[in-house]
């Protein structure tokens, strides 16, 4: 709950050019974070090109906000009750194929 708090209070002051790279790291880390809870494996390779695509090379904040993003999401996901981890994992498994991080 606390990680929540502090990304709302980061996209607050946050410019709106890099509110976007915000969204992705909050959508990253959650999928990321959700790799062991889920029983799958990612292709690295996979994850690379998807930084190059949807990340400005210049953008330094993106990788600390990935780590942020991506602890909170560990937290969260501790949490869970078994049927919310299943419906999780059943999105996350979706958008980790739809991106290719796995078969």
């Known amino acids: 709950m606390r990680w ?3 990304a709302a209070a980061m996209s607050l002051a946050t410019p709106a ?8 790291a909050m959508q990253l880390g959650s999928v990321l974070a959700s790799e062991g809870p889920c029983n ?3 292709d690295q390779a996979a994850i690379e090109a ?8 210049t953008d330094l904040d993106f990788a600390g906000t ?4 991506t602890a909170g999401q560990e ?5 869970m009750s078994k049927s919310a981890l299943t419906a999780h994992c059943a999105q996350v498994r979706r958008s980790a ?4 991080f796995i078969p």
């Open 4 to 6: 929540i708090l502090v």
């Open 17 to 24: 050019a890099a509110q976007g790279s915000m969204e992705v």
């Open 40 to 42: 799958l494996t990612y």
């Open 50 to 57: 998807f930084i190059e695509k949807k990340v400005k090379a």
């Open 66 to 69: 990935l780590a942020l993003m």
């Open 75 to 79: 937290v969260q996901i501790k949490d």
């Open 97 to 100: 194929k739809a991106y290719k």
